[in-house]
C-alpha cells in the first residue's frame, strides 16, 4: 500500500517484558516521527528521524525506550521492561524532504497488563 | 504544561450548520498550525493547514483562522455533514512548515447530527 504501515495493530505484554513496534513509512519520505497518544490525551512526541541525522529523541519519556531507523526506511521502536503506564497507542508518521505535513499509520495499541 | 490547549473536549452540531473548534496555544515561537482529523482505529489524516504569516487559509469546507495576537485558532466547517464526524486535533510547530516534530492538543470530539 501507499501509506505508512505499523505493526503489529495490537500487542498485549505482561509488565517487565520488552516489546518491538514497527513502522514502514512512505516510500521516498525521508522524515520518520514516533508519537503516542494515551488515554483522553493528545498526541505525544516522542523520537524523530530526518535522513542521516541523528535523531532527535527529546520526547523519549525514559531509557527504556528507544528507536531506530534502518537503511533510512523502516524503523522499530523498542519498549524494555514494559511498565501499565506505557500502555498507549503508538503512532508513526512520515513526511517528504519539504514541508511538515505528516502522514499517519493507524497504530500499534499496546496493552502492559 | 500543555502549550497547545483544545479546552472543549467534544462539540454536537446539526447537520448543514457551522461547526467551529477553537485551540489555543501559549508558545508565540509556533509559527505553522495543522488540523488533523482522526476516525476511531485509524490514524490522523491531514484537514488544513496555516502559516504565521497569514491570517486565514480556506480549502472547501474548511476554513482555519489565525488570530496571533490572542494565540488563537479556529476551524470553521460549512455546511458540517455527518461524515465530518470524529476527533479533531489542532497541532503547532516551530519550523515554518518544515519538517520538524508537532505539539498537539488533546482533541475535540465533534458529532454532526442527520
Known amino acids: 500500500g501507499a501509506g505508512v504501515s505499523q505493526s503489529p495493530s495490537n500487542k498485549v505484554t505482561e509488565k517487565g517484558k520488552d516489546v518491538e513496534l514497527r513502522c514502514d513509512p512512505i516510500s521516498g519520505h525521508t522524515a520518520l516521527y514516533w508519537y503516542r497518544q494515551s488515554l483522553g490525551q493528545g498526541l505525544e512526541f516522542l523520537i524523530y528521524?530526518?535522513?542521516?541525522?541523528?535523531?532527535?529523541k527529546s520526547g523519549l519519556p525514559s531509557d527504556r525506550f528507544s528507536a531506530e531507523r534502518t537503511g533510512g526506511s523502516v524503523s522499530t521502536l523498542t519498549i524494555q521492561r514494559t511498565q501499565q503506564e506505557d500502555s498507549a497507542v503508538y503512532l508513526c508518521a512520515s513526511s517528504p524532504a519539504k514541508g511538515n505535513i505528516q502522514y499517519f499509520g493507524a497504530g500499534t495499541r499496546l496493552s502492559v497488563l | 504544561d500543555q502549550q497547545v490547549k483544545q479546552n472543549s473536549p467534544s462539540l454536537s452540531v446539526q447537520e448543514g450548520r457551522i461547526s467551529i473548534l477553537n485551540c489555543d496555544y501559549t508558545n508565540s515561537m509556533f509559527d505553522y498550525f495543522l488540523w488533523y482529523k482522526k476516525y476511531p482505529a485509524e490514524g490522523p489524516t491531514f484537514l488544513i493547514s496555516i502559516s504565521s504569516i497569514k491570517d486565514k487559509n480556506e480549502d472547501g469546507r474548511f476554513t482555519v483562522f489565525l488570530n496571533k495576537s490572542a494565540k488563537h485558532l479556529s476551524l470553521h466547517i460549512v455546511p458540517s455533514q455527518p461524515g465530518d464526524s470524529a476527533v479533531y486535533f489542532c497541532?503547532?510547530?516551530?519550523?515554518?512548515?518544515?519538517?520538524?516534530?508537532?505539539?498537539f492538543g488533546k482533541g475535540t470530539k465533534l458529532s454532526v447530527k442527520p
Open positions: 497541532a503547532a510547530s516551530y519550523y515554518g512548515g518544515s519538517q520538524g516534530n508537532l505539539i
Open positions: 528521524f530526518q535522513g542521516n541525522s541523528a535523531p532527535d
